[in-house]
């Protein structure tokens, strides 16, 4: 039999994990200490050190599936992954056990296979784990050349207010700030029906502010701030009063400090053009 194969029909087991992180259901995972310990110097130290660990081993912090996929890695020294999302988890182990070069089978995987509907995955990841600088050129590439496909995507919808605040941030958006600020509210609304007893309303302005300071209200004409954003009520009625005149006549009334100053459009339209109207955007009709 082959190391894997005494792995899989837990032969001979003499350790026991319980691996459970308390959003995924726990797996108990067996395996075998003198073949942990050959080949990773982490389990070495573990169960044949100074203070050798006895009994089912427990471990909180990291994914079961991604543990499991670790370990098999020890037995065979060769990873296989069914998506972006089991390499993540895997490389929180291989990082956690200090086994580097698994590391660098999952970053290889991850950068082959990132794309529009798993980036936020990987940013969700960026948000809890951090230490993902290598993956920030792709992701900035990503999330600029496919905006659309990205805020569409189920993985933005399941994604933390951190990542979409990471989305905002990036430079280069093609999307237009109307389409931005509605799949900003897509999100918050979905967040909003996780919490059915709070008040409709508020709750999802409060859900919203973080995003105020990066959203560019003041890019929209009137007419799209009054039938997209104020009939969403993303913000409260004074912040809304303010944001409107202030599109009208830029710089009449003071603005509340959460709410974006930038006229700059994210896609290189400028509704602030001179002459045009504030209303609609139109440019008046030329005479000769």
């Known amino acids: 039999?082959?190391?894997?194969?005494?792995?899989?029909?837990?032969?001979?087991?003499?350790?026991?994990?319980?691996?459970?992180?308390?959003?995924?259901?726990?797996?108990?995972?067996?395996?075998?200490?003198?073949?942990?310990?050959?080949?990773?110097?982490?389990?070495?130290?573990?169960?044949?050190?100074?203070?050798?660990?006895?009994?089912?081993?427990?471990?909180?912090?990291?994914?079961?599936?991604?543990?499991?996929?670790?370990?098999?890695?020890?037995?065979?020294?060769?990873?296989?992954?069914?998506?972006?999302?089991?390499?993540?988890?895997?490389?929180?182990?291989?990082?956690?056990?200090?086994?580097?070069?698994?590391?660098?089978?999952?970053?290889?995987?991850?950068?082959?296979?990132?794309?529009?509907?798993?980036v936020c995955i990987v940013l969700d990841y960026g948000v809890k784990y951090g230490k993902i600088a290598n993956f920030d050129g792709i992701i900035d590439k990503i999330v600029a050349e496919k905006s659309h496909e990205v805020l569409t995507s189920e993985a933005f919808i399941a994604a933390s207010s951190e990542s979409v605040v990471r989305i905002l941030k990036t430079p280069g958006l093609t999307i237009s700030e109307c389409e931005m600020i509605k799949h900003v509210y897509n999100w918050a609304f979905a967040r909003r029906k996780q919490e059915p007893d709070k008040p409709t309303i508020p709750t999802l302005q409060q859900i919203m502010r973080p995003f105020l300071p990066e959203l560019r209200f003041l890019t929209l004409t009137a007419k799209q701030f009054v039938e997209n954003p104020t009939l969403w009520q993303v913000l409260t009625p004074s912040q809304a009063m303010a944001v409107l005149i202030n599109i009208l006549k830029p710089g009449s009334v003071l603005l509340p400090q959460v709410i974006c100053r930038s006229t700059k459009s994210r896609t290189g339209e400028d509704y602030g053009m001179k002459n045009a109207c504030p209303w609609c955007g139109r440019q008046p009709v030329q005479y000769w």
Do not use: W
């Open 1 to 118: 039999r082959d190391d894997l194969t005494l792995f899989l029909e837990e032969r001979l087991t003499d350790v026991e994990f319980l691996v459970e992180d308390g959003t995924h259901p726990p797996k108990v995972v067996k395996a075998h200490k003198m073949m942990l310990a050959i080949r990773n110097e982490v389990f070495e130290s573990m169960f044949y050190g100074n203070l050798p660990e006895k009994g089912q081993v427990r471990i909180t912090d990291l994914h079961p599936d991604g543990f499991l996929t670790f370990i098999k890695y020890l037995y065979t020294r060769k990873a296989t992954f069914v998506d972006v999302q089991q390499a993540l988890h895997t490389r929180t182990a291989a990082q956690k056990y200090m086994e580097s070069m698994l590391v660098e089978v999952c970053d290889r995987f991850i950068l082959k296979e990132i794309k529009s509907t798993n």
